[in-house]
């Protein structure tokens, strides 16, 4: 089991009666409410809260969200290129680049490798559809957000695997010449890691043998989605895929004490309760028309308004003193198998101090009795560094 | 592209409904009214897809056959998957004309749009243009949103601004929405129209930047309706749109708001009525 910090750099400063005023926390709350001074404190707090996760041994991830006051990271490659120098030895989980959202997917296979090649094969370059409130902010076609997301993917890795120029006549993308400076570090390229909460990617991320990340969704809920990965292998006549190929991301914190952490731990919960817009979450095509039926008719949902208790029955949030933390890890692997926890360890107003000593206690006391679980030979798609100048002939 | 046996066709109301077919395209074409009788080509919105279940079809099935398809990836027809513009909405319906031979097109919201990408391409078979609160065009400055944004306002709110009489809007518009009694094969249906709305006209929203010149080219009587209490597009959208059509008139419909022919249907066909007339007279 490896573990990941992630924080998704909220501006925590917004009246919750200006969010409410506007019915929704993302795409039109005016950025007058955002005071660069202050974005600017917390963005040098958030990376260095990075950098210290980096020091205390763990891996880090990033993502990206547009015009939203839960999350100032608005371009991937900028906040990964801050940690790329500063950091020396985590990994840097981009979870990552919004493929359908983006207008020059070669720009994006030029920024990872830049980044892989800066970093010197540190980049894990994951790639997502965007959440469907994104389709608003770049006001791509929702309809299409799948068909972009994989010829967007086609052309990235196509990219980063042809070692001379190539023509792209796709059905979004044409390019005469794409030839791409620098190649990855990472050869062929860096793993690649897929999101998804539905059924409807799995089979396609199984295909390609990517890490399928599944976020904030309930054991029960995750447990199918990597069945489904698994089956897919099976029809194809593959092994049986190991943790490694699974990543999972809860709202983490430890503490001293289960009362403290439990305390503290419910500053967590300010992720979940944002104002949800009914509309900008339901772009029309974005998921099939059938299964928003069933949801409008009340089908199932991650149950963000859940109490704090049953979050963490259902394995969202994860909170507790070391034992505890240990005890509740080791139940997420048992149930669902997954080999990457990536833990939301921050969220709204948490205070720096608390973050810290959360990733403390969790860098001493938990992660050495999780790190075995799962732990198994490198899966063949896992490519290490060392193995980068393979494939390179001058 | 060939309409199906008599056989094929099937009772639909007072109507009747068969399936045309073209090489990867089944089209639901509902029809009203004699057979031998002049032409009308109705072209439904976004949101209704009502065949030839109109208030005014009965009034104008009187004199003319009202042939009222279901769009291509609308009601119970098929998208096929090369389809992704407006062109290729406006292709489909230059076969039908073929087929048909000349007709009245009548095009209603953004079946408005479909007319209007119709009539710039070719009028041979157009005998004469009805737009009722169509979209398609661009009219104000790039600052400006011309068309509300019908997916992101909320579902009292989509009412308010399509409707005269919210209140009625409210009880009858088909909204994908849980409180209006529909069950899933219901709100599948609403929803793949609206994804298909989505698919064909997202970016630029509801327009063609380009249309707007082109509807230089349209040589035929055209007629501009318009719902006073549109706030999906206004009439000062509405009277742009006629002026930019040669040989169009305006006409404004009081007490209405982006659906006349379902707010006022007797006011609709007493503007509509005469004009086809006319045309034909002359």
């Known amino acids: 089991m490896k573990a990941y910090f992630f924080t998704e750099m909220p501006y925590p400063y917004v009246p919750e009666e200006v969010e409410r005023a506007y019915g929704s926390s993302r795409v039109i709350v005016p950025n ?113 957000n799948r068909a972009r997301f994989e010829e967007a993917h086609d052309l990235i890795v196509k990219a980063w695997t042809t070692p001379e120029p190539f023509t792209w006549e796709g059905r979004f993308w044409h390019y005469r010449y794409v030839n791409v400076w620098p190649r990855p570090y990472q050869q062929p390229h860096p793993p690649i890691w897929i999101t998804g909460s539905s059924l409807d990617n799995v089979p396609w991320v199984a295909d390609h043998g990517y890490v399928f990340a599944s ?98 029955e259902k394995g969202i949030v994860m909170v507790g003193s070391p034992d505890t933390m240990i005890r509740r890890i080791r139940t997420l692997y048992e149930r669902c198998g997954i080999g990457h926890l990536l833990m939301m360890n921050q969220a709204g107003a948490m205070p720096d101090q608390q973050v810290r000593r959360s990733l403390e206690l969790f860098a001493r006391e938990v992660y050495p009795e999780i790190r075995d679980l799962g ?10 560094s060392e193995r980068r100048s393979a494939a390179f002939r001058p | 592209m060939e309409p199906s046996s008599r056989n094929g066709e099937a009772n639909a109301g007072a109507g009747s409904v068969s399936t045309w077919r073209a090489s990867d395209l089944e ?10 009788a002049e032409r009308l080509l109705v072209l439904h919105d976004l949101d209704y897809v009502n065949g030839v279940e109109y208030p005014f079809t009965e009034g104008l099935a009187k004199r003319w056959r009202v042939i009222s398809p279901s769009h291509p990836g609308f009601g119970g027809s098929s998208l096929p998957p090369s389809f992704d513009s ?12 073929r087929l048909t031979g000349p007709a009245h097109l009548i095009g209603l919201g953004f079946g408005g749009w479909i007319a209007a990408e119709i009539a710039i391409r070719c ?19 790039r600052t400006t949103r011309d068309i509300a944004d019908m997916f992101v306002v909320s579902p009292s709110e989509l009412v308010e601004l399509s409707w005269h009489d919210a209140q009625r809007g409210e009880h009858e518009m088909p909204l994908p929405v849980a409180n209006r009694g529909f069950d899933e094969d219901q709100l599948t249906r ?35 309706v318009w719902g006073a209490s549109d706030g999906i597009v206004s009439p000062l959208y509405g009277r742009a749109y006629a002026r930019s059509i040669p040989a169009a008139r305006f006409e404004l419909i009081g007490q209405a708001g982006h659906y006349p022919y379902l707010e006022q249907p007797a006011a609709f066909l007493e503007t509509v009525e005469p004009f086809l007339l006319g045309v034909q007279r002359a």
């Open chain 2, 27 to 36: 089209l639901e074409v509902f029809a009203r009214g004699a057979e031998g």
């Open chain 1, 375 to 384: 732990e198994q030979p490198a899966h063949p798609q896992t490519v290490s």
């Open chain 2, 123 to 141: 009028t041979h078979d157009v005998r004469s243009l009805v737009l009722v609160d169509a979209l398609g065009i661009k009219v104000g400055d």
């Open chain 2, 86 to 97: 407006m062109a290729d909405l406006a292709y489909v319906y230059l076969d039908v004309l």
């Open chain 1, 32 to 144: 007058r409410y955002c005071d660069p001074a202050a974005a600017a404190e917390l963005y040098n707090r958030y990376l260095d809260e990075y950098e210290y996760a980096d020091e205390l041994g763990l891996d880090l991830m990033l993502n990206e969200h547009h015009q939203t006051l839960t999350c100032m990271d608005a371009a991937i490659s900028v906040s990964a290129a801050a940690l790329a120098r500063r950091t020396r030895r985590a990994k840097l989980v981009l979870l990552g680049t919004p493929l359908p959202h983006r207008d020059n997917p070669v720009r994006v296979a030029e920024e990872i490798a830049m980044l892989d090649c800066i970093s010197r094969g540190r980049v894990v370059s994951g790639f997502v559809r965007g959440v469907p409130t994104e389709i608003h902010p770049s006001n791509t076609n929702p309809v299409l």
């Open chain 1, 215 to 312: 976020f904030l969704t309930p054991y029960d809920w995750t447990n199918s989605l990597i069945d489904v990965y698994k089956r897919s292998c099976a029809e194809r006549g593959l092994p049986e895929p190991s943790a490694d190929r699974f990543a999972y991301l809860a709202l983490c914190y430890t503490a001293e004490t289960d009362a403290q952490a439990e305390a503290e731990g419910q500053a967590l919960l300010w992720y979940l309760r944002r104002v949800r817009h009914p509309q900008f979450n339901a772009p029309p095509g974005y998921v099939p028309p059938h299964v928003q039926a069933q949801t409008i008719l009340g089908g199932a949902r991650k149950g963000y308004g859940d109490s704090f208790e049953t979050l963490q």
């Open chain 2, 190 to 224: 609403l929803l793949d129209n609206r994804k298909t709305a989505a698919l064909l006209a997202w970016n630029p929203f509801m327009h063609d930047p380009k249309l707007r010149a082109r509807l230089a080219r349209i040589d035929c009587p055209t007629l501009v």
